[in-house]
């Protein structure tokens, strides 16, 4: 079964007329994770964001976008409203932008809680404690009154996935989590989304540049380039018979780089 089906996707700035994404289709199954691949600028992040339909307004979409069986692109700004955070979830590259910064980080759980759940304060709490716990995150009450500011990028992406834990929404988008991050809190991160997968036993749609990471975390990849999707299938195929050019050269200079990280992370030369 699809979890989620995009046909025909095309995005568009209409201040300058021009299009960026090019009629792109493609399913994530459910309880699989899809990982999009390819260099700054592809086109990446607009797929994510039309996925949730969250755009700056000059940009413009079209196409089907299905979702357990509803056409999301039907949906009133309001009915989508309710779907984002709670059925979609979605992690962005920088964690500070996902919280408000005039407040502290447990007031930004309560709020959305509250508004998904009609939760208490104090069952925000209890709950958002469990999950913080959960992903190696100490001294949870303390961390709930600190600000956006005071707290490092791997904490605010952990603090995400804590959020995403309770939330547990049907589909999980990632776009380049780890990318703000110091290698040893990408390293971190990524096995907290891995341990997300496990225990969600949901859908995830997972953007990164490093093919090391998708490799270790997603079942099938697109590769992408100029807005369009030029090669897709499972991780294996892909990456060990990249048929189209341009994943070719992905493959080779990104897991060569990759194998030079391992090594040096593992202490080799
Ligand atoms: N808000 C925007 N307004 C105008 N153009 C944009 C906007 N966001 C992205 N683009 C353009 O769309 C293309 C794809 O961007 P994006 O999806 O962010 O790429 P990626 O995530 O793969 O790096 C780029 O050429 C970028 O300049
Ligand atoms: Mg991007």
């Not at 500070?96 to 304060?121: C, N, R, Y």
Request: net charge neutral; hydrophobic share 40%; aromatic share 6%.
């Amino acid at each position: 079964m699809n979890m989620l089906e995009v046909n025909h996707l095309r995005v568009w700035d209409a201040n300058e007329g021009k299009e960026i994404i090019h009629d792109s289709s493609f399913q994530l199954k459910a309880g699989t994770c899809l990982a999009i691949v390819g260099e700054s600028g592809s086109g990446k992040s607009l797929t994510c964001r039309s996925i949730i339909r969250l755009h700056k307004p000059w940009i413009r979409q079209s196409g089907e976008i299905i979702f357990k069986g509803e056409h999301l692109n039907q949906l009133s700004e309001r009915d989508m409203r309710k779907r984002r955070g709670k059925q979609i979830g979605m992690i962005m590259q920088n964690g500070m932008g996902a919280f408000d910064p005039t407040s502290v980080v447990g007031i930004h759980f309560q709020e959305t809680l509250k508004a998904h759940f009609g939760w208490s304060k104090s069952e925000a709490e209890v709950n958002m404690k469990k999950a913080m716990e959960s992903v190696m995150l100490p001294h949870p009450m303390e961390i709930m009154n600190k600000y956006p500011h005071q707290l490092s990028g791997g904490m605010l992406q952990r603090l995400m996935i804590a959020l995403t834990l309770v939330l547990e929404p049907d589909i999980v988008i990632a776009d380049e989590p780890t990318t703000a991050l110091d290698t040893i809190s990408q390293y971190e991160v990524v096995e907290q989304f891995i341990q997300l997968r496990e225990r969600m036993g949901g859908s995830m749609i997972f953007v990164s540049h490093d093919l090391g990471v998708v490799k270790k975390i997603a079942d099938e990849v697109l590769v992408m380039r100029s807005g369009v999707i030029v090669e897709s299938g499972s991780i294996k195929s892909v990456f060990t018979e990249p048929r189209h050019a341009y994943t070719q050269y992905l493959v080779s200079t990104r897991l060569e780089l990759s194998s030079h990280f391992n090594k040096i992370m593992n202490g080799g030369t």
